[in-house]
């Protein structure tokens, strides 16, 4: 009888158990197809890239109105510089000056992968690369200058990966130029081959090999 009894409450616990786990969300399921991140929207760029607004001006107590502050000369006077050269003309001084303007500017990293030893943009790529060229020519972010940055992993000598990031940072530049007609000048390129791991402590991880873009300046919001 207590036999009896034992194998009910088994086959109980059983049907518990298996509705307990047909009932758990199946977080497997979103977790990726093959371990691939998605590809990034054009809302997604948008919203990274858009300058915070700005402060209403008010009218001081004594001092009447405010004005908005003045661009950074040192900044203008870099961007100015830069603007509509060659990536291979860039010397590494001017390298690190862009990246420590850029840290502070709107930006966002586009895990773009290329050709095995390539600069040619990958097919399962392609779709962020259109969302980035719709992006950037959408009201929010037209007229402004960006840089397109290079990146890549620890594999591989200091001189092929700075040569490798700065033909990936020209591959996108001329895509973003010749499909959505962006201005070549409005696009400042620049490789960091292997000096800026996003993950220094998996230099060879994937992560690593990305395109950044960054919001230079808004030239409408400037000029208005």
Known sequence: ??????????????????????????????????????????????RALAPAPKKPLTRGLSIGPQTEPAPNAAETKLLQSVRGRSTRSLSSTEREEIASVAKDKPNIDLEITFDYNSANISAKSMPSVQALGRALTSPDLKGSTFVVAGHTDAAGGEAYNQDLSERRADSIKRYLVEK????????????????????PSQPLAEVNRRVQVVNMENKTTASK
Do not use: F, H, Q
Not at 16 to 43: C, F, M, R, W
Not at 180 to 198: P, Q, R
């Open 180 to 199: 959505y007609n962006i201005s070549a000048t409005d696009l400042v390129t620049v490789g960091y081959g292997k000096s800026k791991l996003k993950n």
């Open 1 to 46: 009888m207590r036999s009896a009894t034992a194998k009910g409450l088994t086959a109980i616990l059983s049907i518990i158990t298996v509705g307990a786990a047909l009932s758990l969300p199946t977080s497997s399921a979103y977790a990726g197809d093959d371990g691939n991140s998605k590809n990034v929207t054009e809302d997604e760029i948008v």
